[in-house]
């Protein structure tokens, strides 16, 4: 537990990825709600001057609520192992296997969790000609939808292919499933209720996850309770294999047949007005604030601390 009278809480947020915005907004939120709580607290923009702003701040715990690259990725986690500042969420290694969706499904390989069939493709080797269409591109590191195109032919192929090196080197090729979005919040090891996502989009996309209006969230899901149980245990899979902690969210589609095919999990998932996690604790009794407090007091550093002089 966290000593509310001796704390002194950094909210990481902003940071330099193209999720900033989103952070930022989810950074608001905790800070509102820890601030109710009587926490102090104070906001950290994360940049290049962050071991100045930490120290300055006196900041003695971090409340991380970054998104994508340079924050979700173990950067950001291992600058406050080396400042042995207690952190939010999953440690060093958990964050970058989990922000790499290439990494995700090699890990998750051998587990029984289903996953789509899929392949990589580099830049500068030639465009894959043996793809079944419609297939999934993704950078392996884009957060927030972004960095994910839909191709239904060879030339959207390559487009899509040419839009996500703006993201990465490396790309994933991936079996697009039909069906519908789930997906299943992880808090301390234990899966909350499934949300269903309807998009009024093709999918679920940037604009669909942060625009009100533009998507339905149905929690509990009014889906078949196998479906449920099933996504719960292969998302306490995911979770486990990869060594996460804090709250995490893996996203799944579910096939004709009531498969749930895992997409990927996040390690720090959204906490703006419109996200899923807190919307799935709410099922089981947690208020927002119930649920920023207590990932407060799971922060830890991961490392143990040497003494050098030994």
């Known amino acids: 537990m966290v000593d509310k009278s001796t704390a002194k809480v950094g909210v990481l947020l902003g940071g330099i990825a193209p999720e900033r915005p989103i952070s930022l907004k989810s950074g608001a939120a905790v800070s509102k709600a820890l601030r109710a709580r009587g926490w102090d607290v104070v906001d950290i923009d994360v940049g290049r001057d962050l071991p100045a702003k930490l120290v300055a701040a006196g900041v003695t715990h971090a409340w991380l609520a970054l998104h994508g690259p340079l924050g979700e990725d173990g950067c950001v986690q291992g600058l406050l192992e080396v400042m042995r500042i207690p952190y939010t969420g999953s440690g060093v290694r958990g964050s970058a296997i989990a922000m790499d969706k290439i990494a995700t499904k090699r890990m998750m390989a051998g587990t029984g969790v289903p996953m789509a069939k899929d392949r990589t493709w580099r830049h500068g080797e030639e465009f894959p000609t043996d793809v079944a269409f419609p297939v999934m591109v993704k950078t392996p590191e884009g957060g927030s939808t972004l960095g994910i195109r839909k191709c239904h032919d060879a030339g959207e192929l390559e487009a899509g292919l040419l839009y996500c090196l703006d993201f990465a080197e490396e790309v994933l090729l991936e079996q697009f499933v039909e069906g519908y979005e789930i997906t299943v919040a992880v808090l301390e090891g234990t899966p909350l209720p499934v949300v269903k996502i309807e998009p009024l989009n093709e999918f679920f996309d940037f ?63 959204g906490m703006t007005e419109t996200s899923l996690s807190p919307m799935a604790a709410g099922q089981v009794g947690l208020s927002f604030e119930d649920l920023v407090e207590r990932l407060l007091h799971g922060a830890k550093c991961w490392v143990p601390e040497f003494d050098a002089a030994k």
């Open 207 to 269: 604009e669909a996850k942060y625009q009100k209006g533009k998507t339905r969230y149905l929690v509990p899901a009014p889906i078949p309770d196998a479906v449920s149980a099933a996504a719960q245990r292969y998302a306490k899979a995911a979770y486990e294999r990869l060594g996460l902690a804090g709250v995490a969210r893996a996203d799944f589609i579910v096939d004709a047949d009531g498969t749930p095919w895992f997409l990927e999990i996040n390690t720090l998932p």
